[in-house]
């Protein structure tokens, strides 16, 4: 097994943990569907919609959408914190170029903004508290987007795809909860 193989099936099934770890009691006025219709619903495109049912694969069976929401935000976490940790290491490189250092340096940043805002997320959507989950999850991703927009010249870095790859997570979770509070 290579380690590429080894680290997603070792996410895999952290997530599978986590998963089976988030309990909601139920907030009021919250609708309730199915995994299928949630990742429907919030989907605007066919790779929105299987990450979301890769993400959601494992989600307990109860049915309400904020479950679904925090699994999202919290697969964003995991996702940024990794992605920082990348950036932190290809940071270690000394042969890197000043304006690609200050490219990862940016996105090292914005990835701890982005982490902070979708923590801050689950634990506003586990106490039932919509009052700013929408807007901060916006926040985490103009950071993510801003971290994209700092490697737009450096196609060829790994952190580059992982980045389009976690701006699709932070789609999908802002699609995830705005099926709770609204677009």
């Known amino acids: ?31 309730s569907m199915s995994m299928d219709d949630a990742c429907l619903k919030a989907s605007t495109s066919q790779p929105l919609l299987r990450l979301c049912h890769s993400e959601l694969l494992n989600a307990p069976d109860s049915d309400e959408v904020t479950v679904y929401a925090v699994i999202s935000a919290k697969s964003a976490q995991w996702a940024y914190e990794a992605s920082s940790q990348a950036a932190t290491g290809l940071l270690g490189n000394a042969s890197l170029a000043g304006d690609e250092r200050a490219a990862y340096e940016a996105c090292v940043a914005r990835y701890a903004s982005a982490r902070t805002r979708v923590m801050a997320v689950q634990s506003q959507l586990l106490e039932c508290s919509y009052a700013s989950p929408k807007q901060e999850l916006i926040h985490a991703r103009v950071d993510v987007e801003a971290c994209g927009g700092e490697l737009s010249r450096f196609t060829a870095s790994p952190l580059y795809a992982i980045n389009a790859d976690d701006q699709l997570k932070a789609t999908l979770a802002y699609e995830l909860t705005g099926l709770i509070i609204g677009k």
Do not use: E, I, Q, W
Not at 1 to 9: E, I, L, P, Q, V
Not at 18 to 25: F, G, L, P
């Open 1 to 31: 097994m290579t380690r590429a193989s080894a680290t997603g099936f070792l996410a895999g099934v952290a997530m599978a943990f986590a998963v089976a770890a988030v309990v909601v009691d139920g907030c009021d006025n919250v609708p």
